[in-house]
């Protein structure tokens, strides 16, 4: 079973940006259809980028307008998210995931979580 461990988060001021890495362990990293997630405090956990296992395709939430970007490196096991332009609706815990083979922004789809790693950005 593969394990997440995310990591980068932080305060960031309004208009900054921000890279969050995601570590994966313990499995063939390259079977997982890979996905970030946030939870903004008293919202339900939202779906933000996906990236196939071969990194060929990308998603991303509508409200990003271009804003993230979400990458992997199935040598290094790892899968990234790149912030720009942050907003104060971007603070949020965010949850690196995957779930094996196919695409999917259901987070009731997604079998392995990190920990979550918070995003706070000051206006």
């Known amino acids: 079973q593969v394990q997440l461990v995310e990591s980068g988060g932080g305060l960031v001021q309004a208009g900054g940006s921000l890279r969050l890495p995601c570590a994966a362990s313990g499995g063939t990293f390259g079977n997982y259809f890979m996905g970030w997630f946030r939870q903004a405090p008293g919202k339900e956990r939202e779906f933000v980028a996906a990236?196939?296992?071969?990194?060929?395709?990308?998603y991303y939430t509508d409200s990003l307008n271009g804003r993230f970007t979400i990458s992997r490196d199935n040598a290094k096991n790892t899968v990234d998210l790149q912030m720009n332009n942050l907003k104060s609706e971007d603070t949020a815990v965010y949850y690196c995931a995957g779930r094996p083979w196919y695409y999917s922004t259901d987070d009731a789809t997604y079998d392995i979580w990190g920990q979550g790693t918070q995003v706070t950005v000051s206006s």
């Open positions: 990236i196939d296992r071969r990194g060929e395709g990308t």
